[in-house]
């Protein structure tokens, strides 16, 4: 079993709609949860950075960590088809000296 | 300020050949990392280093060696490439610590036959 499951999709979504992506993990040392997005042909850039359990908003994106479920969760509000990408979650310990990624999810929003 | 940039963006290598991919960095980040990435399998570290002069395995380090001699510079090589090789490789780097941002360069892509 890997250490973090992710849906690899693909998922297609029209215009206006709300995205939701999903990772589970089974470390249950994970502290620090990222969000990367890495558009097609392209490096994977950091899009949210969460430490505790709960929700952290940054404009149209949400992330949500729910540590006693070992579940995370990234929304997109009013997705646009500039977040058509490939969205990929990472965890690391605070003794890691890696972060783990889930294998990521690829989103199309249609127009 | 370039970031982390990759040299090769694009190669090819026939069974057994050898090379040399190259990363930089100009952001004078302690830490540097090389992934690949492979459909369905997400980014898996192949080996990392916390330092100039330092270097550690990651999780597939098989048929591969490091070398950071400069703190700007992590070079990956290949000593006898497979086609098990084929993927996309980034390089990444973080300021102090793998727990902070790692900012990716743009990646090489691999093609072993």
């Known amino acids: 079993q890997k250490e973090v499951e992710q849906d690899p999709g693909p998922l297609s979504v029209p215009e206006g709609a709300i995205v939701s992506l999903n990772c589970t993990y089974s470390?249950?040392?994970?502290?620090?949860f990222m969000w990367y997005r890495q558009y097609s042909r392209k490096g994977p850039e950091l899009l949210m950075y969460?430490?505790?359990?709960g929700n952290k908003e940054d404009g149209r994106f949400t992330a949500q960590v729910d540590k006693s479920s070992k579940y995370i969760s990234l929304f997109i509000r009013d997705s646009q088809p500039s977040d058509s990408a490939t969205y990929l979650c990472?965890?690391?310990?605070?003794?890691?000296?890696?972060?783990?990624f889930g294998a990521g999810t690829t989103v199309t929003v249609r127009a | 300020n370039a970031g982390v940039t990759q040299t090769p963006k694009f190669r090819v290598l026939k069974t057994g050949q050898s090379m040399t991919l190259l990363c930089a960095q100009d952001?004078?980040?302690?830490?540097m990392y090389w992934y690949r990435q492979d459909p369905g399998m997400g980014l898996r570290l192949i080996h990392y280093?916390?330092?100039?002069?330092?270097?550690a395995k990651g999780e597939v380090p098989d048929g591969y060696n490091v070398s950071r001699l400069k703190k700007q510079n992590f070079l990956l090589g290949l000593e006898s490439a497979a086609p098990s090789q084929t993927s996309v490789y980034f390089c990444?780097?973080?300021?102090?610590?793998?727990?902070?941002?790692?900012?990716f360069g743009p990646g090489t892509r691999l093609l072993v036959l």
């Open positions: 990444a780097s973080s300021y102090i610590s793998s727990q902070e941002t790692q900012y």
């Open positions: 470390n249950s040392a994970f502290q620090y």
């Open positions: 969460t430490y505790s359990s």
């Open positions: 990472a965890m690391s310990g605070s003794n890691d000296y890696k972060l783990s």
């Open positions: 952001m004078n980040h302690e830490y």
């Open positions: 280093s916390v330092g100039e002069g330092t270097t």
